[in-house]
């Protein structure tokens, strides 16, 4: 009796989180959808643990392009052979014919854009007509303007696999995705493989996982309202005279903004100052050798309460900071600031 009502409630849990699947392989137009891995990158090891072989040439986006700084080490210590994609200093993105060229040369078994840092949503069509290298696409900041159409579909680009994680620009858990738009040999692979390297799936936060997709309207205002504020702080920024990066208006823009510094430790100086004020953002060399500066996004304090009517005061305590020391008037202007971020929880 006892093990006729383990295997009704087994088959329950296996009906439930195939539920939860159907419904992203819905809002991702998806063939298939696996929810496994942990984190992105998480997903970029188990994923090349599981398809990578010894000596496969993968094209990866670079770093100097906002390529994750990871993946190349990751790839070359599981054996591959790394070719990188040619930047474009002058426009900020990918040199289309440097690169297709590099393509034809070595003829890479895997192409991988992996982008962490951008300033616009580049448009990776022309990798279309490689059709002999399986071609990925991490969608980590971009995946809530990709379910809700703002950015064009990565399988619609091409892409045979999308991976993401879902913490970042989705409003979700610590958690990594993957799908793929059809059945191939590859993703049978990862199927059989993953399995060796993925002991404990996290259950529960495979469940919370589709929670932000079942309030459809307060998911498409959290999205409209991180593009309108990341837009709006830009703008208050270099009305306030600081040096914010431009970008490439060919583009559908992300949502980072980038501020470029002096040198390494005015950076680093002003990134520790942010951080003292409760304003988290991230130091580092920006891409395409721009040099040292701050990274800032919005999703994340959007959640948080942040709206259209806190960015003049928000971008006015960053400027004073950038150009002078932190006062008591501003610890008390940011203060207030907050809490009435806050108070619209």
């Known amino acids: 009796m006892w093990r ?25 137009n998806s063939y298939e959808v696996d929810l496994k891995t942990l984190s992105g990158l998480h997903t970029h090891l188990i994923l090349f643990l599981c398809i990578l072989q010894p000596g496969d040439i993968v094209m990866l986006l670079p770093e100097v392009c906002g390529g994750h700084f990871s993946t190349e080490n990751i790839l070359k210590n599981l054996g591959a052979q790394v070719i990188q994609m040619e930047p474009d200093y002058t426009n900020l993105c990918v040199n289309k014919l440097k690169t297709e060229s590099l393509i034809e040369q070595y003829k890479p078994q895997y192409i991988f854009v992996d982008r962490s840092e951008g300033l616009i949503y580049e448009d990776f069509s022309w990798l279309s007509r490689f059709n002999s290298s399986f071609k990925i696409f991490d969608a980590s900041q971009y995946l809530s303007q990709i379910i809700t159409g703002k950015y064009t579909h990565p399988f619609k680009m091409g892409f045979d696999m999308l991976l993401s994680t879902l913490h970042k620009n989705y409003p979700g858990p610590q958690k990594g995705l993957i799908c793929v738009p059809k059945d191939s040999a590859i993703w049978q692979t990862y199927k059989i493989e993953s399995k060796t390297y993925i002991s404990n799936t996290h259950p529960e936060d495979i469940a919370v996982s589709i929670m932000p997709l079942l309030d459809t309207k307060n998911f498409m205002e959290y999205t409209s309202m991180n593009e309108t504020c990341s837009r709006l702080l830009e703008k208050e920024l270099l009305g306030l005279g600081l040096p914010v990066i431009g970008r490439n208006s060919m583009f559908p823009r ?11 430790y005015d950076s680093y100086n002003y990134y520790l100052k942010l951080e003292q004020l409760g304003l988290l953002t991230n130091y580092r060399l920006l891409p395409y050798n721009l040099g040292y500066g701050i990274r800032i996004g919005t999703s994340a304090a959007v959640r948080s309460g942040l709206r259209e009517k806190h960015i003049p005061m928000l971008a006015k305590i960053m400027a004073r900071i950038y150009y002078e020391d932190i006062t008591a008037d501003i610890q008390k202007q940011t203060r207030k600031l907050i809490r009435q971020i806050k108070n619209l929880l």
Do not use: P
């Open 4 to 28: 006729r009502e383990l295997n009704s409630y087994r088959n329950d849990y296996i009906k439930f989180f195939e539920e939860i699947k159907k419904e992203w392989q819905k809002v991702l």
């Open 254 to 264: 992300t949502m980072h903004i980038w501020i470029l510094c002096k040198n390494n």
